[in-house]
Nanobody, 126 residues
Framework: QAQLVESGGGLVQAGGSLRLSCVVS????????MGWFRQAPGKEREFVTG????????RYSDSVKGRFTISRDNAKNTVYLQMNSLKPEDTAVYYC???????????????????WGQGTQVTVSS
């Protein structure tokens, strides 16, 4: 069983930045591919970005490409999401998720992930 705990959410003005963190315990972090998803009120949960277990493979949704950066520190069992140039449409609850499969790349379907954090709210004001 893995536990994922996100932090770093908050309220920020449009154009600002936030960095989210997700600490993983209970599993060998270096063998997990990790993803960040978000869910806005009344909308489906959507893939934001993911990183393979090696750290070499990353994927981004078109809506955040060039503004968000995912990274991981295996020594700290932590995955990060650096969010720059935030827009009001980025407002959502952000979730990190862990994929137990051995695929080296990040998968984009929520159903492919095995463990989820509790979520952290990000609110971007205009």
């Amino acid at each position: 069983q893995a536990q994922l705990v996100e932090s770093g959410g908050g309220l920020v003005q449009a154009g600002g930045s936030l960095r989210l963190s997700c600490v993983v315990s209970g599993r060998t972090f270096s063998s997990l591919s990790m993803g960040w998803f978000r869910q806005a009120p009344g909308k489906e949960r959507e893939f934001v970005t993911g990183i393979g277990w090696s750290g070499r493979n990353t994927r981004y949704s078109d809506s955040v490409k060039g503004r968000f950066t995912i990274s991981r520190d295996n020594a700290k069992n932590t995955v990060y999401l650096q969010m720059n140039s935030l827009k009001p449409e980025d407002t959502a609850v952000y979730y990190c998720a862990a994929d137990l499969s051995t695929t080296p790349w990040a998968r984009i379907e929520a159903a492919d992930y095995d463990y989820w954090g509790q979520g952290t709210q990000v609110t971007v004001s205009s």
